[in-house]
């Protein structure tokens, strides 16, 4: 029973993964880019490897992987920025550079630790809710919670970024500002997810996209739709992880068992109404 | 402001000027200073509007012209100006033809009257202030841009598309007001696509989501319209439904610039042309006296005869 409220209470943590992940789309309109593809999560299990092998330097263990998420996905935002303009295919490239630099230094880091470190740091990185305190997810709560509401009352930006930048303008919004805002807010809730709970990947490439098909594509409501499902697809997922075989499987392997199959029929059969690719 | 006090507009009143605006590639754009410092030395406004310039080998090959950013790739051409010396009014209740070849600076004077692209020097000016005094917001609720019909990123309905007009209007964190919906009804109400509403816009034909952008700047209650190539894509028949209801909806007292290919849509629809070649202004004025055959021969360097028929002025090849 306690265990189970236990869930409950840390699937409100995940409510918020989501969101923070799927803005970015609309604003590269037309391709997925999430965090989890700009490096954010390299950079956190980066700063979260930082802490487990050098405690004494870095002793905040989430504060290490918040800063090194952020760190990475603004890098990212930085090298591909040129005259002005961030080209969305160049950003999902300089995304995977970023990562695979931050995924070789854990890579040395793993290389470096003793045998105790080494499966912290590899369950850390499959993700988990086992981690998180209930001072975690007042955190999680303080700061995601302001965040997500501000994201909300960006939701017809959004829908005239996903426009394109001229347009945007011609609409009286600045294309430059806002896009920065969102960018910056996203990432800082997800950075802060990530720092709590490891990587859980897939949760915030699946759900917007099916709140879109829920909902439509207006951002006013994919956006409290996509964080509703993502805490009942968390919800979900963290059941069977925790039921299926005696001890708990790493909850990020089940939400990329499922999720990987799922966004692959997605794009078989739907791909031109959700992606309009 | 200024220019919201005394709406509508008489007819023919000058909405907006465009006053000796010349703008050069490389200035803003590229984002460093190196384009523009070039391009500072010979940037010596032209006194002589109209003349032939630069017929050489050299103005022949203009580059290519990328129609999206309205830049010319052209590495070696970076000082050449894209627009000199243009000077230009757009009166309220005209539809004014903007014609020329690709790569003429059609585009790239559309953005300078936007307001998305700084010019070097003139300036374009709005109820007599220039732009660079406005916001993004509140030109926005003065300037419509109808881009060329395209397939949005997400399946948007008709209705949402229009809504989004609204935007400039729209106050912080209020949601549609009984107004905005008013705004938003009558507008596709105008265009004729009242019943398709509650459609999906990317479902639409070509036409009628030309329409439906033709209908999102209505709901920008803006009394300047900028058209891009709006027909460039469309049947014959939706060619002709398009510029009728850009026509009737210019005559009721706003402005109305549309950039088109077609010399004989403009000789049929429009009451004004400017004529652009090079960056230049080669000519401009009213649609019947001042398209000449002469003035064709000039702009496409190839024989162009205009002739009369069925009551209707034609131009042919």
């Keep these: 029973m306690f265990q189970h409220g236990l869930v409950l209470r840390y699937s409100r943590v995940f409510l918020f993964w989501c969101i923070c992940t799927f803005t970015v789309v609309p604003t590269h309109s037309q391709h997925k880019c999430d965090p989890y593809i700009l490096g954010a999560s390299s950079g956190a299990a980066c700063g979260a490897a930082l ?34 303009q961030i080209p969305p295919m160049a950003l999902v490239l300089s995304g995977i550079i970023v990562g695979a630099l ?6 040395i880091m793993k290389y470096l630790a003793a045998d105790t470190q080494l499966r912290e ?18 955190l999680a709560m303080g700061a995601v919670l302001p965040i997500f509401l501000l994201l909300w009352r960006f939701g017809w930006q959004l829908n005239i970024l996903s426009l394109g930048d001229e347009e945007a303008r011609s609409l009286g919004l600045n294309p430059a500002s806002a896009r920065l805002l969102i960018i910056i807010a996203a990432t800082f809730m997800s950075a802060i997810c990530v720092s709590i709970c490891g990587i859980i990947a897939w949760v915030g490439l699946m759900m917007p996209h099916a709140a879109r098909m829920l909902f439509g594509p207006d951002h006013r409501w994919v956006i409290p739709g996509s964080a509703l499902l993502g805490a009942i697809y968390l919800l979900f997922c963290d ?13 990020g392997i089940v939400t990329s068992v499922i999720g990987a199959p799922y966004l692959l029929w997605l794009l078989r059969s739907r791909g031109r109404a959700v992606y309009g690719l | 402001m200024a220019c919201d006090t005394h709406r509508p507009f008489k007819d023919g009143e ?14 803003r754009r590229s984002g460093g200073r190196g384009g523009k410092a070039d391009a500072k030395p010979d ?13 050489g080998p050299d103005a022949v090959h203009s580059g290519k012209h990328d129609g999206r950013s309205g830049v010319l790739h052209n590495a070696g051409h970076h000082s050449r100006p894209a627009l000199h010396g243009i000077n230009l009014e757009f009166k309220a209740g005209r539809l004014c033809g903007l014609l020329g070849p690709n790569g003429s600076g059609k585009t790239t004077l559309f953005k300078c009257c936007l307001g998305f692209n700084k010019p070097d020097q003139g300036s374009v000016e709005l109820g007599g202030r220039p732009l660079r005094e ?3 917001r509140h030109l926005a609720s003065h300037l419509a841009y109808v881009p060329q019909e ?23 964190f209020s949601g549609l007001t009984e107004k905005d919906r008013h705004v938003v009804a009558h507008a596709l109400e105008l265009v004729g696509l009242s019943e398709l509403a509650e459609e999906n816009y990317s479902r639409l034909s070509g036409g009628q989501r030309q329409l439906v952008l033709v209908a999102r700047a209505l709901a920008q209650e803006a009394f300047m319209l900028f058209l891009d190539e709006p027909t460039s894509s469309l049947d014959f028949s939706n060619q002709l439904v398009v510029w009728e209801t850009v026509r009737d909806i210019a005559r009721q007292g706003m402005g109305a610039v549309i950039c088109c290919h077609d010399p004989n849509h403009i000789l049929w629809f429009c009451d004004e042309v400017a004529v652009l070649k090079h960056g230049r202004l080669l000519a401009s004025g009213p649609v019947k006296s001042t398209i000449t055959s002469a003035l064709l021969e000039e702009l496409y360097e190839r024989p162009v005869t205009i002739a009369d028929a069925w009551g209707k002025t034609f131009i042919c090849p």
């Excluded at chain 2, 940037?43 to 017929?55: T, W």
Aim: glycine share 8%; with cysteine.
């Design chain 1, 51 to 84: 802490a487990i092998i050098f405690p004494y330097i870095f002793p905040q263990g989430q504060l290490a992987a918040f800063i090194c998420a952020l760190a990475a996905v603004l890098l990212s935002y930085g090298l591909v920025r040129s005259r002005g």
């Design chain 1, 102 to 107: 931050f995924s070789a230094m854990v890579g």
């Design chain 1, 121 to 138: 740091i590899t369950f850390w990185m499959m993700g988990g809710l086992h981690y998180a305190t209930w001072a975690d997810a007042a």
């Design chain 1, 239 to 251: 059941t069977i992880a925790r039921t299926l075989i005696d001890s708990e499987i790493p909850l």
């Design chain 2, 14 to 27: 000058t909405l907006m000027s465009v006053r000796n605006l010349s703008f050069y590639y490389g200035g």
């Design chain 2, 43 to 55: 940037a010596k406004p032209d006194a002589e509007l109209g003349a032939k310039h630069d017929v």
């Design chain 2, 134 to 136: 406005f916001s993004q």
């Design chain 2, 150 to 172: 395209h397939q949005a990123t997400f399946p948007f309905l008709v209705r949402e598309m229009v809504e989004m007009g609204r935007t400039p209007h729209r106050s912080g």
